[in-house]
């Protein structure tokens, strides 16, 4: 076996590990990457991307179905081929791929180890042909679909985010169990594909949003395009060539189910019990998240593996984090971003800053608009859903927001850079607000929430500040 010493062995070479190399490289150290699997990354392979592309162009079919309110003729006639769909998605997908190890591990040379690790010690790492001596390690290892054991033994009948783009054709129907951002987002696009789809959730609520509002108006919308069974645990019998599901009163047959019920991270085999600190129930040790220390070891945890923020921005600070701390040999800590969330369905549905299970009513004021009457929403045949932003009641300092809406994408980033800069809705209203945009829904919003707080502009106009003089 191979023996080696470095400076710091980073285990995953996902958007985590990446971000931790760059900067252990930035300090001058040496370093081992270990990566078990497929390189390239969750996100670029089987996560963010592929299923953008999918939605992509999803969505562009769809569009079909609103051209013919203003005489745009033939739209009926559009057929898609599902082969070609799907060829497409791979395609960018391994573009994506490409460019992700073109950047990073292709230019690497012993550094990058192509095997699962495992712990010997907190500071030694045994792969299978290898054992590396660091100094310091990080954890970066990610998380994959969880499919309960009962469910793997129907086969390719069950699939996940770990398949679905590698299919050459799509299922004539789909149950989409679990609700959450991915089963929200994939089910949506195979529904507006042409597969008969049918979701599920053992939870009252889809997508993630907590705010009664932002909930019910999602059901509304999302229901219409395709029927959404919740409030009962699924189970699921092999029957013929197909599945039955099962929920409540509810009895399906359909050719393939996508389970989307959640990940679990990346730990097995991993020996996470020889660092000598005890796992919580998923085998996770206790780690500050602002110095991703795992208690006062040499190590570190950064990314989906922790299960604590599983977006891609948040992986790529945990990893910085990680990296930088690795590197220096210290343990500095590091503010975190605002928490933003953003589930690519149509409309979005995103969610910003404080949750609203967090709020406390006494002290918060809520601002709400729906976008029904919002002029650029009807202009693009979007105009559904609801945005609330929250506030401080005595401030007016801006808490954060959730949202189903058209663009939320965008407005949801407004809103977190403006939280991140601490700023009033009063602040707010004094910024520019173009028209027709719409962005125009989140100044109604503001409108709406500036009425509720105390704190108000001085200088006669609430949308001008007065010079001097
Ligand atoms: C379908 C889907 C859609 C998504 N969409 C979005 C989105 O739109 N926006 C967003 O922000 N986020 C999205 N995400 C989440 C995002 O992809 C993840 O947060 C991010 O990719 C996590 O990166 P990571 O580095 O933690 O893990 P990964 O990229 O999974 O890297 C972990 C690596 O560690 C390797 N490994 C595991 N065990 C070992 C071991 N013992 N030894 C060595 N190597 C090991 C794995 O093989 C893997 O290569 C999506 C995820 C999915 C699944």
Same mark, same amino acid.
């Given at each position: 076996m191979h023996k080696r010493t470095v400076d710091v062995a980073i285990i995953g070479s996902g958007t985590a590990g990446l971000n931790a190399m760059g900067q252990v490289r930035r300090a001058g150290k040496t370093f081992a990457l270990i990566n078990g699997g497929?390189?390239?990354?969750t996100c670029a392979r089987v996560g963010c991307m592929p299923s953008k592309a999918l939605i992509q162009v999803a969505e562009d079919y769809h569009r079909r179905t609103t051209l013919?309110?203003?005489?745009?003729?033939?739209?009926?006639?559009l057929t898609l081929d599902l082969g070609e769909v799907m060829e497409h998605v791979q395609d960018l997908r391994d573009t994506f791929v490409d460019r992700v190890l073109g950047n990073?591990?292709?230019?690497?040379?012993?550094?990058?180890?192509q095997e699962y690790a495992h712990f010997v010690e907190p500071t030694l790492l045994e792969t299978a042909t290898q054992r590396i001596r660091a100094s310091r390690v990080i954890i970066a290892t990610g998380s994959r679909p969880l499919v309960p054991k009962t469910w793997q033994d129907l086969g390719e009948r069950v699939i996940t985010t770990d398949d679905i783009f590698e299919l050459t054709d799509l299922p004539k129907s789909v149950a989409v169990i679990g609700l959450g951002t991915i089963g929200l987002e994939l089910g949506q696009s195979l529904h507006r594909l042409g597969v008969s789809v049918a979701g599920f959730d053992q939870?009252?609520?889809?997508?993630?949003?907590?705010?009664p509002e932002v909930q019910r108006c999602a059901l509304e919308i999302l229901g219409k395009e395709f029927p959404i069974h919740l409030g009962h645990p699924v189970s699921l019998a092999a029957e013929g060539e197909g599945v039955r599901v099962t929920a409540g009163d509810q009895s399906i047959l359909v050719e393939r189910v996508l389970c989307s019920i959640g990940r679990v991270p990346n730990?097995?085999?991993?020996?996470?019990?020889?660092?000598g600190v005890p796992l919580d129930r998923r085998g996770i040790p206790a780690y500050n998240?602002?110095?991703?220390?795992?208690? @006062?070891?040499p190590v570190f945890i950064a990314g989906d593996?922790?299960?604590?923020?599983?977006i891609l921005h948040e992986a790529g600070d945990e990893g910085r984090i990680a990296g930088y701390n690795a590197a220096q040999g210290e343990a500095a800590a590091f503010r975190r971003k605002v928490p933003l969330f953003i589930n690519f369905c149509d409309p979005n549905i995103a969610i910003v800053g404080a949750r609203w299970n967090d709020l406390d009513p006494a002290t918060t004021a809520v601002g709400q608009i729906l976008f029904a009457p919002v002029g650029r929403a009807l202009i693009m045949g979007k105009n559904k859903g609801v945005l609330r932003v929250y506030g @401080?009641?005595?401030?007016?300092r801006i808490l954060g927001a959730e949202m189903i809406g058209p663009k939320g994408e965008n407005l949801a980033h407004l809103l977190a850079w403006c939280i991140e800069q601490d700023l009033t809705v009063g602040r707010l209203l004094r910024m520019p607000f173009y028209h027709p945009v719409i962005e125009e829904a989140l100044q109604a919003a503001l409108y709406d929430l500036y009425a509720k707080v105390d704190a108000k502009n001085q200088?006669?106009?609430?949308e001008l500040e007065r010079l001097a003089g």
């Open positions: 497929e390189p390239g990354t013919g309110r203003y005489g745009v003729d033939g739209h009926e006639e990073s591990t292709d230019n690497l040379g012993e550094e990058f180890i939870l009252g609520y889809v997508g993630g949003a907590q705010d730990v097995e085999g991993l020996g996470l019990e020889r660092l998240p602002n110095t991703m220390q795992v208690g @006062d070891l593996v922790n299960g604590d923020r599983p @401080d009641k005595a401030s007016g200088g006669g106009l609430v």
